[in-house]
């Protein structure tokens, strides 16, 4: 019965993380960002996942008030992957919008490298917290 459930489970992963990687396949090859849009879409993911990780944390934390309650937060394993995603997209987030305002001022478009960061930084993040970091 376990190994049913796990098998299952599997099976539905499996199955989002194919369908995921098709929409970002299917957004790379018909989305064209500029550098400043870029810019200005990966600012605003970085800010929306900070904002969506607190608002997260502080829902838990308000209605779960015991200690015993607020350790099992958090060791939530879909909190902790979402964290962990958030922290290594909010290292690149900067470096990415730096290096695409700096494009977007001096006037070359980069649309190949801008849509790359953006469909990149993005997809990694929502797959990295809804399936997690995948064991080899």
Not at 61 to 67: I, K, N, P, V
Request: no cysteine; hydrophobic share 45%; charged share 15%.
């Amino acid at each position: 019965s376990q190994k049913l459930k796990q098998l299952k489970k599997r099976e539905v992963t499996d199955s989002f993380t194919a369908e995921l990687t098709t929409t970002i396949i299917i957004m790379l090859t018909t989305t064209s960002f500029n550098s400043l849009q870029g810019a200005t879409i990966i600012a605003a993911h970085a800010t929306f996942t900070k904002v969506l990780l607190s608002f997260t944390l502080r829902t838990y934390q308000y209605f779960e008030w015991d200690e015993k309650r607020l350790s099992s937060v958090a060791s939530n394993k879909y909190i902790e992957q979402f964290e962990k995603a958030q922290i290594n997209e909010s290292e690149y987030a900067a470096l990415l919008v730096g290096i695409l305002l700096y494009l977007a001022s001096t006037g070359n478009d980069a649309s190949t490298a801008a849509t790359v960061s953006v469909v990149g930084q993005i997809g990694y993040v929502w797959v990295r917290a809804l399936v997690g970091y995948p064991a080899l």
